[in-house]
């Protein structure tokens, strides 16, 4: 996360998470281990933000029934990635945005799947959009 | 709530949250000259 943070900050991007449970999971679980962290992270407890930015609830079905779910978190542990603990709903979808600086959005993909976009593909958002 | 579609060109919505420390962040005014906001879907 850190790496890929200094990329963004080198192109002239914050990076900001938000997140739905509460910090203390959070810290066990999530982000166990990766604390500092050189970028903030939101609580959302009761998921206006999300709502507000577009991100859905999936039903279990949708998510764990779908082969692409389990590709990615084969892919994911083989690159070493470890298992960090599950939070209080999974369903819960996120999202990737770029605001830009006339606060308005350049780049809006909220998960409807797992479908996360690559890290390259934001930062060539990030790298094309005028500052 | 209902949740919206966003779309490229939509101006973004107010982002003001805790931080996982209890400090107040609000996104507007405080970015430059873009930012990157990811919400999270915690799996695992």
Known sequence: MADRHERFRDAGCDVVFVAH???ALLRRTMLAELEPLPFPVLV???RRAYAAWGCTHAPWWTIWLD???WRS???LLTSGEKIRGRGS???QMGGDFVVGPDQRLVYARPQRVDDRPAVGELLSVVRETPA | MATTTLTAG???PELALP???GEQFDLRGRHAPLALVSFLRHAG
């Open chain 1, 44 to 46: 959302d407890l009761d």
């Open chain 1, 73 to 75: 978190y084969a892919k």
């Open chain 2, 10 to 12: 939509d101006p973004a």
């Open chain 1, 67 to 69: 082969p692409r779910v």
């Open chain 1, 21 to 23: 449970d509460e910090a």
């Open chain 1, 89 to 91: 709903d999974t369903g």
């Open chain 2, 19 to 21: 931080t996982l420390d």
